[in-house]
């Protein structure tokens, strides 16, 4: 009797249990709205979302006590609702738990209450609707708190949406289960003491079978986000030795992914120069033309192939290639997103004309950059060191005799790479005199940028570009604080989005992240062009004067460096009496001007090749804009 009495007195559905039929209706449309506004909202705010977590556990714990009462399951449903509620309590007394922290103990008590709802399902004297109803409920957390811990990295977007999922299909069920009971009860009253036949509940079951369904229907759908990322493999690694000098070649072996037919490639690793001024480790591509054979329409078209046009493709064997040093677009910060790791490492880095480049008869060299593939902080829009990284690169790829590299280069880039591009030309003089510069085609070139960050939150997938850049220089200069500049709210966003590359498939829920935030996107807490961070963007300005001609390419309708921005860049190179050719393309966006059918990309090759021929034009005027129509 004692112990009876004593596990009563423990026993949370005993006290609950009693509560009108009414409040259990009200705590289920309750759970419905709360797990609704979770998954509809789950990155308003750090702090906001603990307070909707806690609640939300607090809340399950008072559903779990009012759920089945059954003799069997007394006990340790209500240990399990304690459970629910103590630490829901907790959540909501310390709403500055860690992300990751308050991401596992949701996934685990996701876990433990289907592993609770499984065990219920084989108590005595059920029936078995019951039972299909609680095995299926108990599948649906497993399913949930699996997915929860199993992400590539725990997010609270991913545990805050699972855990909402879970609080509306709670919700739906106990309403349909206090409904059935008011209807129960008046079916009892109405058989004046009669036995009524048994009550069957199937439509609770039903209302869980929908449930496991809904969570098999969620992972397979999310699938392909929980995808890995790309592995670094050991050719990354430095070794214990390295050169001591910038743009040594430490070694090489042979590449094959996405290479054109007609060309082949190698991945080199090197030395350059950091942001601090020390010997760092970079990688990259190598890529050249094969050599023609005598069979070839470049060398069947004036006759004979055992004869004249043999000697010919011998000599054409024996040319050194002329070199496009080719800067990347933005890939990403982490360390995984080196173009070279990737399943499309020309696609990636948005050079979608590799094999158009490969038929002008051009090598090219593909800089990783500092931090990707290899190990270190990627310097992200950091514009010297990816100028040193681009540089040394062709030094490196020069050593490597199987390539047959010419001396003369033309340095190419792409947004990130544009602005990289730009700085390669302006240090290169000092830097690397023995890199024979001919020219600078920068394409929608990121050369300003606090412009760039200024105007982040206005562009599209700016936030993207913005956790890059501001994990790079955060942890380049401690000075520069995610904690003065970035909104609370969304310092875990930023910070997670910072780890995907652009390729990655699992970069949607950082998407899904911002826009959870689309209320209030203002992305900073103090003016990024104040203190350490504007103070260090604005030593990554492009330099005006490059000494080689420039030719920059602008898409009109371009969302991310605006058109007007590189207008004033322009001007402003110009007036130093640099010679640039620019051409705004009207209609094109961002990447656009990289694809293959864009003006651009026959623009720039003539341009290249008038730089390789050493082609100058007397008396033509020192700078020119040229608006090309779509």
């Given at each position: 009797m004692a112990r009876e009495s004593w596990t009563r007195r423990l026993t949370l559905v005993r006290l609950v249990e009693r509560l009108p039929a009414w409040v259990r209706i009200v705590l289920s449309i309750v759970s419905i709205i709360l797990g609704g506004v979770i998954v509809l909202r789950p990155t308003t705010a750090l702090d906001l979302l603990a307070f909707l977590l806690g609640g939300g556990m607090v809340l399950t714990g008072i559903l779990e006590a009012t759920g089945r009462v059954d003799e069997g399951e007394r006990r340790w449903r209500g240990a399990l609702a304690a459970v629910w509620i103590l630490v829901g309590v907790f959540v909501l007394a310390w709403p500055g738990l860690t992300v990751r922290a308050m991401a596992i103990v949701t996934g685990i008590l996701l876990l433990s209450a289907g592993a609770a709802g499984i065990i219920g399902a084989f108590a005595r004297g059920r029936g078995w609707d019951a039972r299909i109803a609680d095995a299926a409920f108990g599948v649906t957390g497993l399913i949930f708190g699996i997915l929860a811990l199993g992400?590539?990295?725990?997010?609270?977007?991913?545990?805050?949406?699972?855990?909402?999922?879970?609080?509306?299909?709670r919700g739906i069920s106990d309403l349909w289960l206090a409904l059935r009971r008011r209807r129960d009860e008046r079916i009892d009253a109405a058989n004046d003491g009669r036995t009524p036949p048994p009550k069957r509940r199937w439509g609770r079951a039903v209302v869980a079978i929908v449930s496991v369904a809904?969570?098999?229907?969620?992972?397979?759908?999310?699938?392909?986000?929980?995808?890995?990322?790309?592995?670094?493999?050991?050719?990354?690694a430095a070794p214990r030795s390295i050169p001591e000098q910038p743009g040594q070649l430490i070694r090489y072996e042979p590449f094959t992914r996405e290479v054109p037919k007609g060309a082949e490639a190698w991945r080199i690793l090197y030395t350059t120069t950091g942001v601090d001024g020390r010997i760092r480790v970079?990688?990259?591509?190598?890529?050249?033309?094969?050599?023609?054979?005598?069979?070839s329409p470049r060398n069947a078209a004036g006759g004979d192939a055992a004869g004249e046009d043999a000697d010919a493709s011998m000599i054409e064997r024996a040319r050194p290639w002329p070199v496009i040093d080719w800067n990347h677009s933005t890939t990403g910060f982490a360390q995984h997103c080196a173009p070279s790791l990737q399943q499309r490492p020309f696609w990636a880095g948005g050079l979608y004309v590799v094999k158009k480049v490969i038929k002008e008869g051009w090598a090219i060299v593909a800089p990783d950059y500092i931090g990707l593939g290899t190990a270190g902080v990627h310097p992200y829009l950091f514009g010297e060191a990816s100028a040193t990284a681009s540089l040394d690169a062709v030094r490196a790829a020069r050593q490597l005799d199987e390539a047959n590299l010419s001396p003369a280069t033309v340095v190419w880039g792409h947004s990130q790479g544009g602005g990289a591009a730009l700085w390669a030309g302006g240090v290169a003089r000092?830097?690397?005199?023995?890199?024979?510069?001919?020219?600078?085609?920068?394409?929608?070139p990121a050369d300003d940028p606090p412009a760039l960050v200024g105007h982040v939150s206005e562009v599209t997938g700016g936030l993207i570009f913005a956790s890059y850049a501001f994990a790079a220089y955060s942890e380049t200069y401690p000075e520069i604080t995610y904690e003065r500049y970035i909104r609370p709210g969304l310092q875990p966003v930023l910070r997670a989005m910072s780890q995907r590359c652009l390729t990655d498939p699992s970069m949607a829920l950082s998407v899904a992240a911002v826009l959870g935030t689309s209320l209030d996107p203002e992305l900073f807490a103090a003016d990024p062009s104040s203190g350490a961070l504007g103070e260090r963007l604005r030593e990554s300005i492009a330099p005006?004067?490059?000494?080689?001609?420039?030719?920059?390419?602008?898409?009109?309708?371009?969302s991310i460096v605006l058109p007007a921005m590189q207008d004033a860049f322009v001007e402003s190179m110009c007036a130093t009496g640099q010679r640039v050719d620019y051409r705004r393309y009207a209609g094109y966006e961002h990447a656009q001007v990289m694809e293959t059918y864009s003006p651009m990309v026959?623009?720039?090759?003539?341009?290249?090749?008038?730089?390789?021929?050493?082609?100058?034009?007397?008396?033509?005027?020192?700078?020119?804009?040229?608006?090309?129509?779509?």
């Open positions: 992400w590539p990295d725990i997010t609270l977007l991913v545990v805050a949406v699972v855990f909402g999922a879970m609080l509306i299909m809904a969570a098999a229907a969620f992972a397979v759908a999310t699938a392909p986000l929980r995808e890995g990322s790309t592995v670094v493999d050991e050719f990354y970079a990688s990259g591509l190598v890529v050249v033309p094969l050599a023609p054979s005598p069979e000092e830097y690397a005199p023995d890199v024979w510069i001919r020219g600078v085609a920068a394409f929608a005006l004067q490059i000494g080689p001609p420039v030719f920059i390419g602008q898409g009109g309708n371009d026959a623009d720039a090759i003539a341009w290249t090749h008038d730089r390789f021929d050493g082609t100058y034009t007397a008396g033509a005027p020192t700078c020119t804009t040229l608006d090309v129509p779509q």
